[in-house]
T-cell receptor, first 115, second 113 residues
């Protein structure tokens, strides 16, 4: 597609529910990032993929968070047993390989509200 | 670790006023520096970037110069417009850290007519 697409745009979950957030990156982009953006804050790094390889998951806040990108394109961020503190906008971004400057292209985000 | 600190907002200006949003960084390597902008209801988009010391990034009348000696990348615009109202994020990407992008907390700018 023309840009990074994320779904759902809005998700309301009851505490304890599992959620899955999907990201369709720009076709051909090798790098894919997930960020968490709390209200009034900047995006916080969660995890990074290069193709299907998850090279950095140091930002995932707990073992309830899991991300995958099995075929090197679409990625899914899964949150198990959601808690209220998980409420945030989850941003996906993709980038071209080999770009020294590392420009990222962002989706509009998935806003998760945990009740 | 690498980090970015930017001027807290919100910032409110009248149209045609001069804008400065301060940004300083901490990095172990030689990062590339960015300003991203988030307009209401939209995703983040790149505004400008600089990849090495003394480089100046510019776009849409905005400018920022990569100052290694002061570890800064301040955003400036000589005459803001109402359409510049948005949240501005300073960010860095360090090649020695898997190219992941680290963002500041964002500065909300409101320009009044």
């Amino acid at each position: 597609g023309a840009g990074v697409s994320q779904s759902p745009r809005y998700k309301v979950a009851k505490r304890g529910q599992d959620v899955a957030l999907r990201c369709d990156p720009i076709s051909g982009h090798v790098s894919l990032f997930w960020y968490q953006q709390a209200l009034g804050q900047g995006p916080e790094f969660l995890t990074y993929f290069q193709n299907e390889a998850q090279l950095d998951k140091s930002g995932l806040p707990s073992d309830r968070f899991f991300a995958e990108r099995p075929e090197g394109s679409v990625s899914t961020l899964k949150i198990q047993r959601t808690q209220q503190e998980d409420s945030a906008v989850y941003l996906c971004a993709s980038g071209r390989q080999g770009r020294v400057a590392g420009e990222l292209f962002f989706g509009e985000g998935s806003r998760l509200t945990v009740l | 670790g690498d980090s970015v600190t930017q001027m807290e907002g919100p910032v409110t200006l009248s149209e045609e006023a001069f804008l400065t949003i301060n940004c300083t960084y901490t990095a172990t390597g030689y990062p590339s520096l960015f300003w991203y902008v988030q307009y209401p209801g939209e995703g983040l988009q790149l505004l400008l970037k600089a990849t090495k010391a003394d480089d100046k990034g510019s776009n849409k009348g905005f400018e920022a110069t990569y100052r290694k000696e002061t570890t800064s990348f301040h955003l400036e615009k000589g005459s803001v417009q109402v359409s510049d109202s948005a949240v501005y994020f300073c960010a860095l990407s360090d090649r020695h850290n898997n190219n992941d992008m680290r963002f500041g907390a964002g500065t909300r700018l409101t320009v009044k007519p």
